[in-house]
């Protein structure tokens, strides 16, 4: 659900156009010259937002809070500034659509798993037999002995859509994406496309301690002296940056978490900076070796001196299926996979315990 929009966002110059500030002056134009008549209504600056009417924010289904019009006193309000905003989509409020029902799916299936061949095989022929899809999968995936000595597989097999990493490109043939495995995999088919959840820059067979420069949107924020630094999406959050100290951030928040690896600092935490800006990492000019980078695990790289490496966030969410919602999906993959907050819980009293207590505490008093 698209946000609504109240005010759009207009530089003033000398010159400008008169234009019209509901959230200030009601229906009235004003420009440079106009005079100001009536006084603006008064507005609370509270975070709470049950006094503003519905006309100047909605809440939607986001997971982000409203936007309301803030005026402060009666000749000003906040507006966006043009120079400023981040063209970051929000990803829920977003919604993955097929114009024409969909035909091409790309199947990845987890390496040397023997327990996902037979589901692997039933989901290939419902795909291809009852649905009529196409079926893209890993050339390597074929030459799997289980899989090569099934006759029965053998008619279905036959049409496969098959494709090598690194030197088939089908991004532009394929609909969606099914996944049989685990965080590794769906990793994996994120990469064949580019997106990046996490990149890590590290001192790799150097005994001495990393010493890389951060910059953010230009400027020196800081110098990592340890074993390296972490940059993460909100998804990559709960992986290597969480082993780190970080924390977890659900995918739905626009930001870029930053986190030291065994930093020889004690005040050096983890940080979380807006999605919007431009991350440059390199080696600082007295590093005494050099560094390494790797990009979700993989394609690991030596950075030497003049190096750099600019990151950014895209402008394209990687859409997903919920089995239920964003929140609730999120929260079980913790609780499943982390066991995130599991503990022993506390038991209850029973009457007798709370009759007992209370005569403890009254013969105290």
């Known amino acids: 659900m698209e946000q609504e929009k109240v ?10 156009a008169s234009y019209c500030c509901s959230a200030c002056h009601g229906d009235e134009d004003w420009g440079p010259g106009h ?7 008064s507005r609370s600056l509270s975070a709470s937002p049950a006094l503003a009417s519905t006309r100047e924010f909605r809440r939607t289904r986001s997971l982000h809070g409203p936007c309301p019009v803030t005026t402060f006193g009666p000749k000003a309000c906040v507006l966006q500034n043009p120079q400023t905003i981040m063209h970051i989509q929000d990803p829920a409020s977003q919604r993955l659509t097929w114009n024409k029902p969909p035909k091409s799916v790309l199947v990845i299936k987890k ?9 692997f095989k039933e989901l290939c022929v419902h795909l ?50 099914i996944c049989l495995g685990g965080d590794g995999t769906l990793l994996y088919a994120s990469s064949l496309f580019q997106v990046l959840n996490e990149v890590v820059i590290d001192r790799g067979p150097s005994s001495y301690l990393s ?50 690896i065994c930093p020889h600092s004690l ?33 690991r790289q030596e950075i030497r001196h003049g190096d750099s490496i600019s990151i950014t966030t895209s402008c394209y969410p990687l859409p997903s299926i919920c089995v239920r919602d964003p929140v609730s999906d999120w929260f079980e993959s913790l609780a499943q996979c982390l066991h995130w907050n599991v503990r022993k819980k506390q038991a209850h009293f029973t009457e007798d315990e709370d009759g007992e207590e209370d005569g403890e505490q009254g013969a105290g008093s």
């Open 211 to 260: 010493n890389v420069d951060v910059y953010l949107d230009g400027h020196l924020i800081t110098t990592v002296q340890g074993d390296g630094v972490i940059v993460s999406t909100p998804t990559g959050s709960t992986a290597y940056a969480a082993a780190a100290g970080a924390s977890m951030i659900h995918p739905n928040v626009p930001a870029i978490m930053i986190t030291p």
């Open 128 to 177: 291809m037999e009852e649905n009529n899809m196409v079926v893209y999968v890993e050339k390597k995936v074929l030459e799997d002995p289980a899989i090569v000595n099934d006759d029965r597989f053998g008619p279905v097999k036959r049409r496969f859509c098959t494709f090598r990493e690194d030197y088939d490109d089908i991004s532009n043939q394929i609909d969606f994406i």
């Open 111 to 119: 390496i040397r798993d023997a327990s996902l061949l037979q589901p």
């Open 267 to 299: 005040s050096f935490r983890p940080i979380v900076v807006p999605a919007g800006v431009e991350l440059k990492i390199m080696l600082s000019p007295e590093a005494r070796n050099t560094a390494w980078v790797s990009f979700d695990g993989r394609k």
């Open 35 to 41: 005079p100001i008549r009536g006084r603006a209504k």
């Open 7 to 16: 005010n759009e966002s207009k530089e003033l110059s000398a010159d400008a």
